[in-house]
């Protein structure tokens, strides 16, 4: 089942104005990736982070590695048009068996021109 | 050289039919993944190849069939479908099993009819 849990669900903001969206767990993580889907696409990865309170930037996206390595937050500064789509945290899960990266159910942004 | 790539695009067969996904990468990554995800869904994993071998089956149903001809092909066989398979199947590779940088094609988006 589902372990990542991503919020808000879904969020329509104005153009200009600042985003935050967060991913929270109770395992803990090794990894946290932020990706970013458009409609008909693949996911696109947009920061990676890999250390407890790792704080990242990507242009106008901020990310950071929760201290407690069960959460993650992502910011996108002056949003804009094309930063509509739907934003996915992963977090890399080590098994018995082996690892996967286990999805957060999405963020999906709408912006207001 | 950062892109997989998965044919084809868009798909429709019959219940009867049987048809592969192909995905291609040159990017030199060993570990190669099948998802499945349904609208507005996170992806959800599939298969996990290692160094060509299948390394995690995520207790999926045998009329899906993974193969990983060499390190840089990785295909879908698929037989037997039913409409509920209908979904966007995202190929993805890494540099190792471990690694966490997933790096996603576009996507075969699948209807079955």
């Known amino acids: 089942g589902q372990q990542l849990n991503q919020s808000p669900q879904s969020m329509f903001i104005q153009e200009g104005e600042d985003v935050s969206m967060n991913c929270t767990s109770s395992?803990?993580?090794?990894?946290w990736l932020w990706y970013k889907q458009d409609p008909g696409e693949g996911p696109v990865l947009l920061i990676a982070?890999?250390?407890?309170?790792e704080l990242t930037s990507n242009g106008r996206l901020t990310a950071q590695f929760g201290i407690t390595r069960k959460d993650s937050f992502l910011n996108i500064s002056a949003s804009i048009p094309s930063d509509v789509g739907i934003y996915f945290c992963?977090?890399?899960?080590?098994?018995?068996?082996?690892?996967?990266?286990?999805f957060g159910a999405g963020t999906i942004l709408r912006v207001k021109s | 050289d950062t892109e997989v790539t998965q044919t084809p695009k868009h798909l429709v067969m019959g219940m009867t039919n049987k048809k592969s996904l192909k995905c291609e990468q040159h990017?030199?990554?060993?570990?190669m993944y099948w998802y499945k995800q349904k609208a507005k869904k996170p992806p959800e994993l599939m298969f996990v190849?290692?160094?060509?071998?299948?390394?995690i089956n995520e207790s999926v149903p045998s009329r899906f069939s993974p193969e990983c001809p060499n390190s840089s092909l990785l295909n879908l066989h698929l037989h037997a479908l039913q409409p509920e398979d209908s979904a966007l199947y995202l190929c993805?590779?890494?540099?190792?099993?471990?690694?966490?940088?997933?790096?996603f094609g576009q996507g075969t988006r699948l209807t079955v009819v």
């Open positions: 993805a590779s890494s540099y190792y099993i471990g690694t966490s940088e997933a790096f």
């Open positions: 982070l890999y250390k407890a309170g």
């Open positions: 990017m030199g990554h060993r570990a």
């Open positions: 190849y290692s160094y060509e071998k299948l390394s």
């Open positions: 992963a977090g890399r899960l080590y098994m018995e068996y082996g690892n996967k990266l286990v």
């Open positions: 395992s803990i993580f090794n990894t």
